[in-house]
Structures are given as structure tokens and as C-alpha cells.
């Protein structure tokens, strides 16, 4: 540690050691009838937040699972690709 960092932790206030903080545990309070909601209220409120969604359109899905059946495909090339070559090459060191 420099003398600049020193200074700068002595005018902070930072060099001496602080009290430690004492937290009051927060008392667990029991879920009371009153907060919980009816199942006919919960469905409502669901609906209304799937209201808010943005949902993508049928061409943003195609083209999403398009690029992602692509990607699958040739990840999967290559881990075959690699699996079959690396084979070959520990049979014909050891066979």
C-alpha cells in the first residue's frame, strides 16, 4: 500500500477499524388468510400478466427453431466428426 492510498484511507475514515453493525432479526410473520388470494382471483391475475407478454410472431418462431435445428445439427457433425476420427486414430496407435 503507497502513501496516497494510506492518506486517502486516513481522511475516509477507513484506517481504523468500525463497530461491527448489529441487525435485528426480522420476526418470520405466518402467511395469514388474508393475504392468501382465491384460486378464481390467482387465475386473473396469471391472465392478466399473459396479457402483457410479448408474444413473437409465427415467423420469428419458424425462423428461431430454423437456426436452432441448424445449430443442433451441425454441433452434432462435429462431435461425430471429432468421436470418429479420434477413434480411428487410437485404434490404428494401438491396434
Do not use: H
Not at 492510498?5 to 441487525?23: S, V, Y
Not at 430454423?66 to 494401438?94: A, E, N, P, Q, R
Amino acid at each position: 500500500m503507497n502513501r496516497q492510498t494510506k492518506r486517502l484511507m486516513q481522511r475516509q475514515g477507513a484506517d481504523r477499524p468500525r463497530t461491527p453493525e448489529q441487525r435485528r432479526a426480522q420476526p418470520q410473520q405466518a402467511v395469514t388468510a388474508r393475504e392468501r388470494v382465491t384460486p378464481t382471483q390467482y387465475l386473473g391475475e396469471v391472465r392478466s400478466e399473459l396479457r402483457k407478454v410479448n408474444w413473437p410472431s409465427r415467423q420469428e418462431v419458424v425462423n428461431s427453431t430454423i437456426v436452432v435445428l441448424i445449430c443442433v445439427i451441425v454441433v452434432t457433425s462435429l462431435i461425430f466428426g471429432f468421436d470418429y476420427v479420434s477413434s480411428k486414430f487410437v485404434l490404428w496407435m494401438f491396434g
